[in-house]
């Protein structure tokens, strides 16, 4: 889900500059990317840390959560590219 939100961002970021309008990260996209962080970090070291495994499990949900919801947020604010009204 994440790489298909990172490629789906990507790709409306290339078709706004097409139309010479740069899209900004919001701060969603910015927890995103550390609530990522953090969850694959306690993945890893949790598997060395046993009673860390379970906080790694509700990270990654955590990580899913601001996944979806900084897509959905990121489409929102930038509909018109969507629909072609930027141009």
Known sequence: LSID???AERTL????LENDLPIAANAW???KTVSQIVAVSI??????LGPWMPLGRVALWVALVLTV???LVYF???RSVIAGDAA
């Not at 970021?13 to 706004?16: F, L, Q, S, T």
């Not at 993945?43 to 060395?48: F, P, S, V």
């Open 5 to 7: 939100n990172n490629l």
């Open 69 to 71: 919801w900084s897509m």
């Open 13 to 16: 970021r290339m078709v706004a």
């Open 43 to 48: 993945l890893i070291l949790g598997t060395h």
């Open 76 to 78: 929102w604010q930038n």
């Open 29 to 31: 996209g910015k927890a």
